[in-house]
C-alpha cells in the first residue's frame, strides 16, 4: 500500500482587520471597518498588506471585491432570526419608543390586555455614525464602477421621476438632469492618472446617483424595460436596490465634512426613504437625524441675506438653488416632526435654530438662467411640490404638540391641545380646491395623476394627528374617546381612498400600513376598555376596520409591515365584538360607562372641536360671572362637626371642590353637593379667581409662521 504523504499546510491570508482578527469579530472588510467603529479603534484598523494584494489580484477592477464580500448590514440588510411562534405580533418594527404615553404601542400597554412586542429589531443595519474619514480615491473609484452603464442609468432615471420622486419632491428633474449630464462629462478626467480639481458638485453626485437608481428599483413597475435583467445576474431587484443604496451610502463616507453639500444630503434623504420602505423603521429614524446634522453641518438650515457675488447673470440660478435647498430642509422638518408625535421618539431637526425660509409654490424651469423664482399663480397646475407645502401648513403644529403630549395628562395641556386642534383644522378647511379632503376641484387629476395620491396621503396626514390629539386624553375625557373614533374613521377611509389610488409597486410604501395599524388599533383600545360607550359608532367602525384588514391581504407580499399589523388589529377586533355581546348597554343615560381599566376618579367632559352643542350661557358677552354659582347634584358628605372640611388633594378658590380633572363639588351654606356631568367646567376659565387660571396660556406653543421655519 502507497503510504500516504502529509499534506503540505496552506498558508491561509486572513482578510479581517487586524483588531478584528485578534477579538474575533466579525469584520466588513471596510476601512475602517464597522466593528472598529463601533468601538472607537478606527485609527488602528488596519489590514495586512498580503490581504489587500490578494484582494487586488482577485478583483483588479475593484467593481465587486469588498462589496461581494460584505455580509453584515448594511450591505446585506436580509433579516435574520426565525419567524415568532408568539400569538402577539412584533410591533417593534414599526419603531415605537419605548418611553412616552402617547403612541399605539403605550397605549397597548396601558389595556394592559396585549403583549408587547417581544424583541426589537436586530443590530444597527445602518452605519449611525457616517464617518467624515479622509476621501480614499481609490475606493471612490472603485465604488464608481459599480454604477449600470449610462443607458441603464437614464432608464432608471426616467423610472425615479415617474414612480418615486412625486412622493416627496425632495430632487427636481429639471435640476438634476443636467447635474446628470455634467457627472458623465467629468468621468474621463476622473479616472484620468492626474485627474483635474472637480467641483464638490461633480464629486458628491454618485452618492446621490446611487440612491436614484436603488429607489427605482425598488418601486420597478410591472411594465419595465425587460433589459434591466441583465444587471440582475441571479439577484431580485429588491437586492439590486439594497445594494446600489448600500454603495450611496459607503460613497458618503468618504467624503470630508467640507464635501458635504445639498447633493450629499438629498443622498442621505433618499436611502432614510428606501430604508423606511423596505421596513428598517429604527434604522430610517437614525439616519435621519444624521441627515439633518450633515445639513446643519452644510449650513443649509440659514438664510442667505445677500445677492450672488458671481454677478448679474448668475443670479438667477443662484435663487433656484436655494429655492432647491429650501425645498430639502422642508421635507427634512417633516419627516423628523412626523415620526417623533407618532413613534414617541425624540426629534432630531431644532427649527427654532433655522433662519431659513419656506419656499416658493413654483415649478423650476429647464434653463434656470433666464428667470428667477415666482409664486405660481392659483389658477395654474400645481407642482409636485405643492403638497408638501400644503402638508407643512398643516402639520405645523407638530411641534408644540410633541411638547404638550408627553408625560401624564395634565388639563393646562389638554386645552392648549384643543386649540391647536382649532387651528389645524382651520388649516385644513382653507386648502386649495385640487387639495380638499371633500369635494376636491379634480381638473389637474387626469394631467397630473399623482396628485390624487397626494390629497389623499395628507388627508389621512391630517386625520391621524387629529387622532394623536384626542388619544393624548383618552383615558380620561370621554368625548376624547369618541373623537380618537371618529377620527380613526377618518384615516381608514383615506387609506381605502389611498390604496385605490396606487399601482401594485407602491403597495410597498410605509404609511399604506402604518397609518391603518394606528388607526384601527387606536379604535378597537376604545371599544375594549370602554365597552358601554359609542355603541351607535360600532358598525360603522367594524367595517372600516375590516376593510382595512383585506387591504392588509392584498399588500402583504410587499410591504413588511401588513402581516404584524393586520395580525394585531384581527386580535384587537376579536375581543372588541366579544365585549360588545357580553357587555349589555347602560340602561339609561345617565348611568356610568363600564370602565375596564383603574382610574382616580371621572372627569368631566369637556367639549372638542368635534362636537356639536349648543354654546352655554357662560359664554354669551352679557353674562354676570359675580353672581354665577354651580349647579347642585346630590349632597355630598364631606363635613366634620358641622363644619366643611377640605377633602385631599382638591382647591377651594372657586367656590367648590376643584380635583385632578376639574370640578367635583360645590359648596353652598357650608353643604358640598356633587357637580353634576352636564355642568360646563370650561366657566372656571374665564373667572378671575379661578384656580385653573395658571392652566390657560393666550399663546400656542410650538405654532410656526407660514413664511419661516
Known sequence: MQSQRPRKQRNRISFSCTNCRQGKYRCDRRTPCSTCVRRDTGEACQYEEAAVASSRRSCPTGSQGAAASKKSPPADMRRQGVPSTTKTPDLNIFGYSKMGANHTLAILNELSRVDSASTSLRNDRTRNSMP???????????????????????????????????????????????????????????????????????????????????????????????????????????????????????????????????????????RVALLKSFGYVVEAYRMIGQVVADAEEAGLHL?????????????????????????????????????????????????????????????????????????????EKPTSFTHRLLEYRLLSQLPGLSKLIQGEFSPGNYLQIQQHQQTMRELAEALPPAFRFENPDTQWDAECPWIKTQREYSCGTTWLSFLVMHRYSMFHIPQSRTGVIICGIKVLQAQERHFRTLSVQHYKLYALAFFTLEAATAIMVVFIAYPTENRDLFATAMSHVKESIARMDAINASNPFARPAKELVELLMRRAENLYKEVKPPSSPSSPPQNLLPQDSTPPQYSTIYTETKPSAWQNDDFDFSDYTPPQGQPLDVTQSGTPSTPPNVDLTCGGIIGQYGPVATVVDNVYYTVPDTWDPMIFLERSDSGMANFTSNSVEGGYEQDSF
Open 132 to 270: 467624515r474619514s479622509p476621501s480614499h480615491y481609490d475606493n471612490y473609484l472603485r465604488l464608481l464602477r459599480g454604477l449600470p452603464p449610462r443607458l441603464y442609468a437614464y432608464i432608471l432615471v426616467d423610472m425615479f421621476f415617474e414612480q418615486v420622486n412625486w412622493q416627496y419632491s425632495v430632487i427636481d428633474r429639471n435640476y438634476f438632469m443636467p447635474q446628470l449630464a455634467d457627472f458623465y462629462q467629468a468621468i474621463p478626467s476622473i479616472f484620468s492618472e492626474d485627474p483635474p480639481d472637480i467641483s464638490s458638485d461633480v464629486f458628491t453626485f454618485p452618492s446621490l446617483l446611487f440612491q436614484v437608481v436603488g429607489s427605482a428599483f425598488q418601486f420597478l413597475p410591472p411594465d419595465y424595460d425587460r433589459s434591466l435583467h441583465d444587471l440582475c445576474m441571479g439577484r431580485s431587484f429588491d437586492d439590486l436596490a439594497k445594494s446600489y443604496s448600500d454603495s450611496g451610502i459607503e460613497m458618503l463616507a468618504l467624503f470630508e465634512k467640507e464635501s458635504l453639500n445639498l447633493i450629499s444630503v438629498q443622498a442621505g434623504f433618499l
Open 303 to 379: 438664510e442667505s441675506d445677500g445677492l450672488h457675488e458671481g454677478g448679474v447673470e448668475n443670479t438667477p440660478p443662484w435663487l433656484w438653488y436655494h429655492e432647491m435647498r429650501r425645498r430639502v430642509m422642508v421635507n427634512l422638518w417633516l419627516w423628523d416632526s412626523q415620526m417623533s408625535i407618532v413613534l414617541g421618539k425624540p426629534s432630531k431637526a431644532n427649527a427654532g435654530n433655522w433662519s431659513i425660509i419656506l419656499p416658493l409654490d413654483a415649478p423650476i424651469p429647464v434653463d434656470r438662467s433666464q428667470s428667477v423664482p415666482m409664486k405660481r399663480p392659483p389658477s
